[in-house]
């Protein structure tokens, strides 16, 4: 019989994990399901590698994003104007189908005496992505996390992704992009301050309410 394996948290709820051993026989029941064998050569290990490609897919779950923004620099010289990182790739997989979506994020705030590492704001991102999602949301925890833990005068989230439950299912439309934005402080309610971020990630100028 085998043994639960350690509890996760999703939203807030605390999950008690199957153990490994059940996550593979739940593969090898999709398996039969989808018309295969899975004790066939070619399958034989396939149940194995799925839970462990769930393990990179899903590390975000367990991690407090809080925590990933708590070392800030009040070393700044007086620096108070935007800081942007863009073009942050993330691969994420949508809550719906958990089909792949894969973008890449933009993320600004304008400082209140003290700054973050860059890389910091690159993990909340990851952290975010790493779990079964819907881009509005996903959007909406990024800028709100890094408003709360950073207090600045303004943060800003843009995100453009590719959704595979699209492309490649259903309505079967490739190319199409999905943008969603999330801006709160002074670039919610500075024009001029929201038309300079959108600007410098090459986005229109159209986003103007700035609401996921």
Not at 20 to 43: F, Q
Request: with cysteine; net charge negative; proline share 5%.
């Amino acid at each position: 019989m085998s043994t639960q394996g350690k509890p996760a948290v999703a939203g807030g709820t605390a999950i008690l994990r199957p153990s490994r051993e059940e996550a593979e026989d739940a593969v090898r029941t999709l398996l039969r399901w989808a018309g295969d064998d899975p004790d066939r050569e070619g399958l034989t290990d396939t149940p194995s590698r799925v839970v462990r490609s769930y393990e990179e897919f899903f590390t975000g779950y367990g991690v407090d994003a809080h925590e990933i923004l708590e070392r800030t620099f009040e070393e700044t010289d007086g620096y108070d104007e935007m800081v942007l990182l863009r073009d942050i790739r993330f691969e994420s997989h949508c809550e719906h189908h958990m089909a792949p979506i894969i973008g890449k994020a933009h993320v600004g705030y304008l400082p209140h005496k003290r700054v973050v590492g860059i890389s910091k704001l690159a993990r909340v991102v990851e952290l975010f992505a790493k779990r079964l999602q819907i881009q509005e949301k996903m959007t909406a925890q990024i800028a709100n996390t890094i408003n709360e833990v950073l207090e600045p005068r303004g943060t800003a989230v843009v995100i453009e992704a590719s959704h595979q439950c699209m492309t490649t299912r259903g309505v079967h439309k490739p190319g199409v992009t999905m943008v969603t934005s999330r801006m709160l402080g002074g670039f919610r309610t500075d024009p001029s301050t929201r038309r300079e971020f959108l600007a410098m990630i090459g986005n229109p100028a159209t986003i103007e309410t700035g609401n996921v």
